[in-house]
């Protein structure tokens, strides 16, 4: 046998983890309601600090490797789209915006023009 995991398996141990990581993330909201006497300030820092330490968890197990390495792929691919130019984007938009308007008015005429026939066909319009 192997000792190395394949793909898609998670251990024991990554089970605790993430257990462990859901776990802090509750009791530091549970903490966050419970102390509300304190100021404001400290009980964000306090669950910014637990979610951190939440979040290096969850990147120790395999799932939180896998998605570590999917966002770092994800902004590799981001950096390679060329982007358009302010002057690209505002001229697609004013072809969309005047495209809308000419099928808007498409639409209200052909609308009309049913609207008339059947009044002509139900004898509502002479």
Do not use: H
């Not at 969850?58 to 994800?74: D, F, P, Q």
């Amino acid at each position: 046998m192997s000792d190395q995991q394949q793909p898609g398996k998670s251990s024991v141990i990554d089970t605790l983890k993430l257990i462990l990581s859901i776990s802090l993330l509750v009791a530091g909201i549970a903490g966050f309601y419970y102390f509300s006497a304190y100021p404001t300030l400290y009980r964000v820092l306090g669950i910014l600090v637990i979610g951190g330490v939440s979040v290096g968890i969850v990147l120790t197990t395999a799932i939180g490797r896998l998605t570590a390495s999917y966002l770092k792929e994800s902004r590799q691919e981001v950096r390679k789209v060329i982007w358009p130019t302010r002057q690209e984007t505002m001229q697609s938009t004013l072809v969309v915006v005047a495209l809308v308007f000419v099928v808007g008015l498409i639409l209200w005429l052909l609308d009309m023009v049913l609207f008339w026939g059947v009044g002509l066909l139900t004898g509502q319009r002479v």
